[in-house]
């Protein structure tokens, strides 16, 4: 990296995103994402976490086989076992990195290490120098560094580039700092280690105050020149710093951050909207890529809007992606014009028979409603492409509610290719429709979260439904829409189940084990 003020985006969705809860992502997801990121320009990817589960070691295999532009990283313990794994998953990229990490807080080295701070000294001596044996492109952490005696760090931090790292990522693990505090940490590293120069400057930082992007560019204009990030600020608790507003913040406010980074910011949104498929949606009101971000519904907004976009809009909608159009969707609309939309929405991978499926559920939808607004036809397409791969299919559902009777549904299913039909009563509508599948398909499953919106206004929306299962530790995240709530409800349960079905097939008996390590 040659320019003082270009900005290393390191992004650890697919590591530290997924490490939410009900963020689980599939082998054929993170290849997905990683494309995309690897095209949208993000410098390191952080694969996985090799040493968690055989699954880890296997996406940061394949992804590192695959990038283009990008270079691949995998995270490892202060452990040569962990160290190795990285390593065999990351040999066969032309480069790749190591991050390894090891707590540096009082707190942490005493109650999670239980070891004293000379012995964490000892094992960052051993370790670096380990991680250096296999690759030049090591970075360190000091996790819980934003708790950690400042003198200490300074040490350590020296200690860890003597011992051949190239970056020093200052993570702030637990989102405990704020702007100021940050900024004085990052300027005494600047300033009091003496081999500061040889190194990149890193921060990481959680959420858990609502601070997390405010401090990474605190950190940045303290002198780091890499963020660790995530697409929708994913990741542990209340999430990460989200790449995409860090990246629009500099673009946006260069007068102040004088920064460049090399993301396409053309493909903000759509890589989040490819994250937000693998994982969960994304708050209406979320800042870059929300569904409102770039709406206006005051009249004052809208006059002034009207006469000059930039009185309420600081960047465009088309310099994230979001793209605009005239094209109006209604039940007079043929096929080629529903291409051409789903084109515009960012569908260009969609293949025919989705199209097709989504088409048909238009023209039914088109029936029911006036206008059909984008966000409907984008909760079809979804919809299609995750019931195209169903081992499980809704067939009909009839749900008798109201008062006077017991609530009952009536349910056929497609249950892998065997047609079943039951009728169950229970709870509400929502609890009989999801015993009649539970009867159908018998399985054991913890529900999580049920939860329902509305896609756009009024009576004849679409509802969309979020369904969270979990199976002996493992959760998947389904989701489904449709003008009626009970049939976006049990098609989103039968999402869900349907991915844990093929997480289930794909983990051998043996591998459970592993499968705990995975928030280590």
Known sequence: MTDKNRVLLFDTTMRDGEQSPGASMSHEEKIQISRIFDEMGIDIIEAGFPIASPGDFEAVTAISKILKNSIPAGLSRHSKKDIDACHEALKGAPRFRIHTFISTSPLHMKHKLNKSSEEVYESIKEHVTYAR??????????????????????????????????????????GYTVPSEFTKIITTLKNKVPNIDKAVLSVHCHNDLGLAVANSLAGVQAGARQVE??????????????????????????????????????????????????????????????????????????????KNRNTYEIMTPESVGVKQTSLVMGKHSGRHAFKEKLTDLGYVDVTDDVIQTAFGKFKILADKKKIVYDEDIAALVDDSMVQDKNLINLKSLKVFAGTGEPQRAEMTLDVYGEVKKTSETGDGPVDATFKCIKKLYPHDVKL??????????????????????????????????????????????????????IKRSKIAPQEQEHQKMKGI
């Open 229 to 306: 990030c995530t697409i929708n600020g994913i990741g542990e608790r209340a999430g990460n710093a989200a790449l995409e507003e860090i990246v629009m913040a500099i673009k946006t406010r260069n007068d102040l951050m004088p920064y460049t980074t090399g993301i396409k910011t053309e493909l903000l949104s759509k890589a989040s909207k490819v994250v937000s498929n693998a994982t969960f949606p994304v708050q209406f009101n979320k800042a870059i890529v929300g569904k409102n971000a770039f709406a206006h519904e005051a009249g004052i907004h809208q006059d002034g809007m009207l």
């Open 133 to 174: 044996n296999f690759t030049d492109d090591v970075e360190w952490s000091c996790e819980d560094g934003t708790r950690t005696d400042m003198d200490y760090m300074c040490k350590t931090v020296e200690l860890a580039i003597k011992c051949g790292a190239r970056t020093i990522n200052i993570p702030d693990t637990v």
């Open 448 to 501: 999580l979260l049920y939860q329902v919106h509305a896609v756009t206004e009024g009576t004849d929306a679409q509802a969309t439904v979020s369904v969270r299962i979990e199976e002996n530790g493992k959760t998947t995240v389904g989701q489904a829409a449709d003008t009626d709530t009970m049939v976006a409800s049990a098609n989103a349960y039968l999402a869900a189940l349907n991915k844990m079905i």
